[in-house]
């Protein structure tokens, strides 16, 4: 944990630090590229050879999908409230999607000229769920229901499994509410390389989508081009504005809610231009820590990803979260939309005490995936439109062609395209 000041002398060092952390770690490029292209040629064997190294499960391609008799007993294994709470969810996150679907649209800008567009769903979408310490359920319905919703008929969910070839139930239950196809217990990058590339076993995709670590991350930067890619999604991240009548408590809890990722490479940023606060907040922290169940999992982060950072006023705390881009914004402050305004930079944005971030983890509406490492300063999150394919369509009768004949041939002369020109001015010449 670090507390700065905007009068310490190294104040615009350590902004200046945080607003340029890497969206993509460079050290381990090199190995992420191995892997892939080993799946790449070597198929299966591959994903078999990984798998092993570094789940440490033994798979043959037989065991890659799971079976539907195994979706049903995952059925049966979670309790009834969970169910329901998954069910909800999944609601709540269809009708946010629904709104967010392109219509068709054209219109006439010229005599004898229509223009417009249509969309149409991509045929088979690759949805990443990571594994680690937690079973990311709430990432199944924030992804697979994006998917679903636009229309997409195939959508391979991939996610590591324990080493006893499990995956746990719940998210089972949730792949299988939420709509997606077929499943397969494989993780990290050669999980990527096989939606990628493809393998004897499972079919490439055509888009991959879904957060990870630092790994996947790499690993979908990568294989960019062999298909389409929704976001930098890597470690998660929160930036909290707030003002002396926040309460210490909130401010502590949405941190630790980051931190307990467990990768160690979180962050969680407290802006504020109350000293009270942050010795609040500090003490709040580690009470609040020492009580959970997932401590281990915090240490690293506790240690270095959580700052807390006084400044003078707050006009200064929007400034830093503008070139900060977090992926998580929150603001508790007084008039906090007001300040949200001013904010030209994230992922999303929660406003006022009780709108904390996991709210937008799991039930809100929005896709809680979202850019990190700064890149919300270029990327948006995930909607259910990026699940479509925008066609362009363009309708000429002969007298709209005729009256811009002109235009086309000066553009493609100035090209030096005259096939171009061609093209267009043949439909005039008799033969």
């Known amino acids: 944990m670090q507390i700065i000041r905007s009068t310490d002398d190294n104040f615009d060092q350590v902004i200046d630090g945080l607003v340029q952390r890497p969206a993509f770690d460079r050290e381990i490029q090199?190995?992420?590229?191995?892997?892939?292209?080993?799946?790449?040629?070597?198929?299966?064997?591959?994903?078999?050879?990984?798998?092993?190294?570094?789940?440490?499960?033994?798979?043959t391609p037989s065991d890659f999908r799971v079976t539907d008799n195994e979706l049903a007993e995952a059925a049966d294994k979670i309790s009834p409230q969970t169910a329901e709470a998954i069910k909800r969810t999944h609601q709540q996150i269809r009708e946010f999607s629904s709104r967010q679907l392109p219509e068709p649209w054209s219109y006439s800008p010229r005599p004898g000229v229509i223009v417009g567009e249509r969309f149409r769903p991509l045929e088979r979408v690759g949805v990443y769920v990571p594994g680690g310490t937690a079973p990311?359920?709430?990432?199944?319905?924030?992804?697979?229901?994006?998917?679903?919703?636009?229309?997409?008929?195939?959508?391979?969910?991939?996610?590591?499994?324990?080493?006893?070839?499990?995956?746990?139930?719940?998210?089972?239950?949730?792949?299988?509410?939420?709509?997606?196809?077929?499943?397969?217990?494989?993780?990290?990058?050669?999980a990527i390389g096989a939606l990628a590339y493809?393998?004897?076993?499972?079919?490439?995709?055509?888009?991959?989508?879904?957060?990870?670590?630092?790994?996947?991350?790499?690993?979908?930067?990568?294989?960019?081009?062999?298909?389409?890619?929704?976001?930098?999604?890597?470690?998660?991240?929160?930036?909290?504005?707030?003002?002396?009548?926040?309460?210490?408590?909130?401010?502590?809890?949405?941190?630790?809610?980051?931190?307990?990722?467990?990768?160690?490479?979180?962050?969680?940023?407290?802006?504020?231009?109350?000293?009270d606060l942050i010795t609040e907040v500090q003490r709040e922290l580690e009470e609040q820590k020492s009580q959970l169940k997932r401590n281990e999992c915090l240490e690293q982060g506790f240690k270095e990803g959580i700052y807390l950072i006084k400044v003078e006023e707050l006009k200064t705390a929007v400034d830093i979260a503008s070139r900060y881009a977090p992926e998580h914004l929150e603001i508790m402050a007084r008039r906090p939309g007001t300040l949200a305004k001013k904010v030209s930079a994230a992922g999303a944005i929660f406003l006022g005490p009780w709108s904390p971030e996991p709210v937008g983890d799991f039930v809100a509406g929005p896709s809680h995936v979202l850019p990190t490492g700064g890149s919300a300063r270029f990327f948006s999150g995930l909607t259910a439109d990026q699940?479509?394919?925008?066609?362009?369509?363009?309708?000429?009768?002969?007298?709209?062609?005729?009256?811009?004949l002109e235009t086309i041939t000066e553009i493609a002369n100035a090209e030096g395209l005259d096939a171009h020109a061609k093209s267009a001015s043949i439909r005039f010449t008799d033969k």
Do not use: W
Not at 42 to 47: C, E, M, N
Not at 176 to 190: K, M, N, Q, S
Not at 390 to 395: A, E, F, T
């Open 30 to 59: 090199d190995s992420v590229r191995d892997i892939l292209d080993d799946v790449r040629d070597q198929g299966d064997s591959a994903l078999c050879r990984y798998a092993e190294k570094y789940d440490s499960v033994n798979l």
């Open 136 to 190: 990311l359920v709430s990432t199944v319905i924030h992804t697979v229901t994006l998917a679903k919703a636009a229309g997409v008929p195939e959508i391979a969910l991939v996610t590591p499994p324990d080493k006893d070839k499990n995956i746990h139930p719940a998210l089972l239950y949730a792949a299988a509410e939420t709509g997606a196809t077929e499943i397969y217990r494989l993780g990290g990058v050669y």
């Open 198 to 275: 493809g393998t004897e076993t499972v079919n490439k995709t055509d888009k991959i989508v879904g957060p990870g670590n630092a790994y996947v991350t790499a690993a979908k930067k990568e294989i960019y081009g062999h298909a389409a890619l929704d976001l930098v999604a890597g470690p998660s991240e929160v930036m909290i504005i707030a003002d002396e009548s926040a309460r210490a408590d909130f401010v502590a809890a949405d941190i630790l809610s980051q931190i307990e990722h467990g990768s160690g490479k979180e962050n969680a940023v407290l802006v504020t231009d109350s000293d």
């Open 387 to 404: 699940f479509c394919r925008r066609i362009s369509v363009v309708n000429y009768q002969k007298n709209a062609l005729r009256n811009e």
